[in-house]
């Protein structure tokens, strides 16, 4: 569904991305996992069309994303979830939501919705408040509903647990599982290794920005290499 | 003394609203391009024009030709914005502010060379209208309703249609904004057209009441500046109070200090609002 060949990513002279590749199938539940400043963001970030590369290929259902503007990216299915959520705090939750399906039509915008209230009840509490007066963990849900709202065929997520309780990130790894079940290819960049080795069934490793290493979760959670450098054990 | 201190009183309601109609429109580009247009007062001043030649040409009544002037300048905005502004969208402020200052210049030389420094009036007669024995200018009555009705009218495309809201979340967050599938940079071009078309209408209502020469919309930008200040940059109720305020401002100082002082009276109050709440009445603090 989406792959990645040899991408060279570089913000002014200073080049944050080496030769990355990746592959995600669809269906599948990917991770990348690695420390702070690696370059994961930026990945997300690249194909979601905010950065140029400077070389390689971003190719997703066969068409080349790069290139093209994020706004056109977004109508071919791929959608992030920026880090820090990034939500329109002066605009109500039914207006965040609104413009996350600005690409949807408009008959279809408002069963969308519903099916997002279905989802999650509490946005539906909520639709008339201002997103900013959220909790952290309702905010992280619009975040993720917002981003669901455009029928995304690829759910890129960066960092979603930042900044939320255990309690709530839980509940948000289990989500994200039921959107994978549901048929909704997953891109996950988390700091969280273990929880996030746990759900997803590829994970690749990025450092520096390179891509060291890649497998099968359950692989890369008994390798000794991981389990130091990012498990602590 | 008191009907007299009355009828100021609404003169400066009146003409306050008007004042908010064209902040709003600099507010708005502001808002969502990050630009100052140091020309928007040129915009005012030509729609003023139009008005006026409309009229004395084709005998169009001014408050027909809001029908002309809006879209007409609607397109000259969205058209320098895709041109010129676009090309500085990330550039320094300072090249950004030499763009639209430079725009400024333009429009107003090509204003004396076309039409030269006469001043000129639209001389039309309005019925006196008198409110519980108050006396109200007719003109201004009207470019005040007109200026609300559109002041509302833009309210509710920026809250009720997709369009409208898309452009309240690229003014609060372009990056989020494009994410979500919005053509930044198309609203970019929106929100500069609707905000030079806002300047043109208010122009408009102006030139029912007020003298007509090239450089008359310098008095009104820099009344526009000293109300986005005044009421928060990037604030819609903001600079709606802001004019009503400055309006009566205004007013009232040209009765008790003298017409002459009234525009150094604002300036007064706009070096005690940096002085002291710099962020404005309305003001959201720092722009990320």
């Known amino acids: 569904m989406l792959g990645i060949k040899n991408l060279d990513v570089k913000y ?3 080049q944050v991305l080496w030769d990355v590749s990746l592959r995600v199938d669809e269906n599948e539940f990917v991770a990348i996992i690695g420390a702070n400043g690696a370059g994961k963001s930026t990945l997300l970030k ?10 390689g290929e971003i190719l997703f259902l066969g068409e080349k994303l790069n290139g ?7 109508r071919r ?3 992030l979830i920026p880090e820090r959520r990034e939500l329109f705090g002066n605009l109500t939750v039914y207006e965040n939501l609104l413009m996350g399906g600005y690409t949807v039509s408009k008959n279809e915008i408002e069963d969308r919705a519903e099916w997002i209230y279905n989802y999650f009840p509490i946005l539906r509490e909520r639709r008339n408040q201002l997103a900013r007066t959220l909790s952290g963990g309702e905010q992280q849900m619009l975040a993720i509903a917002r981003g669901l709202m455009s029928k995304p065929k690829l ?9 939320l309780a255990p309690k709530i990130s839980s509940e948000l790894f289990r989500l994200i599982e039921k959107l994978n079940s549901e048929g909704i290819t997953i891109l996950l960049v988390e700091q969280n290794v273990k929880k996030t080795l746990k759900i997803a069934t590829r994970a690749y490793v990025l450092e520096n920005g390179r891509m060291i290493m890649e497998g099968e979760s359950e692989d890369l959670l008994r390798n000794e290499n991981i389990r130091k450098a990012y498990l602590g054990i | 003394m008191i009907q007299h201190l009355l009828e100021v009183f609404i003169e400066g309601i009146l003409i306050g609203g008007i004042f908010a109609l064209f902040t709003l429109g600099l507010n708005m580009i502001y808002g969502v391009l990050e630009i100052i247009n140091f020309a928007h007062g040129e915009f005012i001043m030509l ?3 139009i008005a006026y030649w409309l009229f004395v040409l084709m005998g169009l009544h001014p408050l027909l030709s809001l029908a002309i002037v809006f879209p007409l300048l609607f397109f000259a905005g969205a058209a320098f914005e895709r041109v010129v502004i676009e090309k500085v969208i990330k550039a320094h402020i300072f090249i950004q502010t030499f763009i639209t200052f430079g725009l400024l210049l333009l429009l107003q030389n090509l204003a004396y060379f076309f039409w030269s420094a006469d001043y000129r009036a639209i001389r039309i007669h309005f019925p006196l209208i008198s409110i519980g024995g108050l006396h109200v200018s007719t003109p201004r009555l009207i470019g005040f309703i007109g200026s609300i009705v559109t002041i509302i009218i833009l309210h509710l495309f920026l809250t009720k249609t997709k369009v409208g809201t898309g452009i309240r979340a690229v003014d609060e967050n372009p990056v989020a904004a494009e994410l979500m599938g919005i053509n930044v940079k198309r609203m970019r071009l929106i929100t500069f057209g609707l905000g030079t078309g806002l300047a043109g209408v208010a122009g408009v209502f102006i030139s029912l009441f007020y003298y007509i020469y090239p450089t008359v919309g310098f008095i009104f930008i820099l009344l526009a500046f000293i109300i986005v ?8 109720i903001g600079s709606l109070v802001g004019g009503l305020i400055i309006g009566e401002l205004e007013s009232l100082s040209a009765l008790f200090v003298g017409p002459q002082w009234k525009e150094a009276v604002a300036m007064i109050v706009f070096i005690l609002i940096l002085l002291f709440k710099p962020t404005g009445i309305f003001g959201m603090g720092e722009r990320k």
Do not use: Q
């Open chain 1, 68 to 74: 093209l503007p994020p706004h056109r990216i977004v």
């Open chain 1, 77 to 79: 299915g791929v959608s």
């Open chain 1, 12 to 14: 002014g002279d200073v």
């Open chain 1, 46 to 55: 690249t194909i979601a069309g905010l950065i140029g590369p400077s070389d």
């Open chain 2, 229 to 236: 200040v005044l009421g928060g940059m990037g604030s819609f």
């Open chain 1, 155 to 163: 759910l890129m997520l960066d960092e979603p647990s930042l900044g």
């Open chain 2, 47 to 49: 729609g003023m024009y």
